[in-house]
């Protein structure tokens, strides 16, 4: 079994949760909620019995989880389950991310260099970080 992942997240004046987690091998379904109010507001279900037998299972869970962990976020913040919020929940402005993310700077790695590491430390919040990610901002990578 994986560890899960959770997550708060602001939008539109309410704190969301979402959490993923894996059933297990048994079971064989990565399932993540979304929670506002402490009410399950949407739900994704992905089964993997298919691939049980799979040498590098965990990192293929791991994977799967991640990336519908990510959708549930892209979607919340794209406003798929803005139908399903709670009637009290503060209905605000919210303007669409751009269609198209502008073009990231690529620069040369050195013999030197590391690929990961010195430039991923920030002084963001998780929040700010997962939304820059989910808009396609990569925040210029300066350690803000």
Not at 11 to 19: E, I, L, S
Not at 64 to 79: A, D, I, T, Y
């Amino acid at each position: 079994m994986v560890v899960g992942f959770n997550h708060n997240i602001k939008y539109r004046g309410q704190t969301y949760h979402a959490q993923t987690e894996d059933s297990g091998a048994d079971r064989a379904q990565v399932v993540t909620h979304l929670f506002l109010g402490g009410n399950i507001i949407a739900s994704k279900r992905t089964g993997y019995a298919d691939i049980a037998a799979a040498e590098n299972l965990a990192d293929v869970v791991r994977s799967l989880m991640e990336e519908q962990h990510k959708e549930v976020l892209r979607n919340l913040v794209h406003g798929v389950y803005d139908h399903t919020a709670l009637p009290h929940a503060p209905v605000r402005d919210y303007a669409p991310p751009p269609a198209a993310a502008p073009p990231v700077e690529e620069k040369p790695v050195g013999p030197g260099d590391t690929l990961f590491g010195d430039d991923l430390i920030s002084e963001r919040s998780l929040d700010e970080v997962i939304l820059a990610y989910l808009a396609g901002d990569d925040g210029g990578s300066t350690g803000r």
